[in-house]
């Protein structure tokens, strides 16, 4: 999938999604993925299975607007198959053979698919609407881990250069430890730090 498309709306200019979104006329399905986000209990569907609930909706539009006819679960079998790794060669070039033959571009298509991040970047910055992290949630998991790791080198750091200091080897007054995690996207090189990205801050390759 690729997500170079697009700038966050955070520099200005629409998400991906919501580019799709208004080139598609997926309005109702924008509606619905913010329903299906924001549900309380086990209802509540993840940023990945909504991922892919778009991209399987955008593949449908896509092929209703070629006029293309398809049987029950011919759209979701296109959609894996494009997508997973377990799909074999052979399988993956007879729908790409199959789509093209129908006029669409398929190579636009998979650039079309987008991901989780590009899901949330969507909700959150264009539509606006946040769901509260609970112990649960990975996102949370994970801050926690890193603040606890981070407070523990701090202590660690701190004790060990006291030592340090009250042999007097360096010249520091009342000297203070910080240490913080960056994580940085390969593609575009934008950092974010953790904190941000609990807070639904994305690269600019969303």
Known sequence: MDEDTESSSS??????????????????????????????????????DLADYFNRELLRQILRNANVETLDGEVENFYRLLTTDSASVAD???????????????????????????IRTYLQKHRGVRYEATDGDPISQLQTAVEQLQNKLVAVTESRLERVNDGTVLEIENPRVMVGVQVACTECGRQMNITELSDGTSCDCV
Not at 18 to 43: M, N, S
Not at 107 to 114: A, C
């Open 92 to 118: 993956r070039t007879r729908v790409r053979r199959r789509l093209e033959g129908e006029g669409i571009d398929v190579d636009q298509l998979e650039s079309d698919f987008v991901s989780y991040q590009a």
């Open 11 to 48: 520099r200005g200019r629409p998400s991906k999604v919501a580019r799709l979104v208004d080139q598609y006329d997926l309005a109702e399905l924008g509606a619905e993925i913010e329903t299906e986000w924001t549900k309380e209990g086990a209802d509540r569907r993840s940023l990945r």
